[in-house]
């Protein structure tokens, strides 16, 4: 995900936190989380609760004629979490630290739906997906490039069709690209439907 997170979510972020002030999930392990970020030359995180997305989804502008749509799939999400880590060069973090994070949504819960790896740009990028009573309640997007980490953990319920929709909250439209694989098998997606 090359685009930055939308500065409008960030400033929400920022300023609805003290107000809104609560446990979240974790989207990393804490330890992992804190040595990403010391050893990243830039950090941003994006935290927005189900309080702070119904707040977000009252910013929608009404241009659009989805606007209305938009705002009911953000209010029904419970929570959309980023982090993004760029380094100054190659291998400041390890495979180990990537398997730790990908481990860290290996339950019964979360089904992979997508991997990719390319091996001369080493790019890698797995999506999974949380079905609960064969609904699907969340997205976990891990995407690396040799110098950026990118996390999405999206919890709640979502389609497919409907990610490219969270685009009017920040960058998290790049994941509209997402719903063209979802007829595809796991870890047939081409590098093209990321």
């Known amino acids: 995900m090359k685009s930055r997170i939308a500065t409008l979510s960030l400033v929400l972020a920022a300023s ?23 050893r990243a030359s830039n950090v941003t995180e994006v935290t927005m609760d189900k309080n702070m997305l119904g707040s977000a989804s009252q910013f929608l502008n009404g241009k659009h004629g989805d606007d209305a749509q938009t705002r009911q799939l953000i209010q029904n999400l419970d929570g959309v979490y980023v982090r993004e880590y760029d380094f100054d060069k190659p291998g400041q973090y390890s495979p180990a630290e990537l ?60 389609r497919m069709d409907q990610l ?16 063209g694989v979802a007829g595809e098998a796991p870890g047939t997606a081409k590098k093209g439907g990321k």
């Open 164 to 179: 490219g929709q969270l685009g009017q909250l920040g960058a998290l439209g790049s994941l509209g690209a997402l719903g």
């Open 99 to 158: 398997d730790q994070i990908r481990q860290h949504f290996q339950t019964t819960e979360w089904k992979p739906m997508v991997h990719v790896r390319e091996s001369k740009s080493g790019e890698m990028t797995d999506v999974l997906i949380k079905q609960v009573n064969g609904q699907t309640q969340g997205m976990f997007v891990l995407d690396v490039e040799p110098k950026e980490i990118d996390i999405v953990l999206i919890l709640g319920p979502i």
């Open 16 to 38: 609805l936190a003290p107000a809104f002030a609560q446990s979240f999930p974790e989207v990393l392990p804490p330890a992992l989380e804190k040595e990403l970020a010391a």
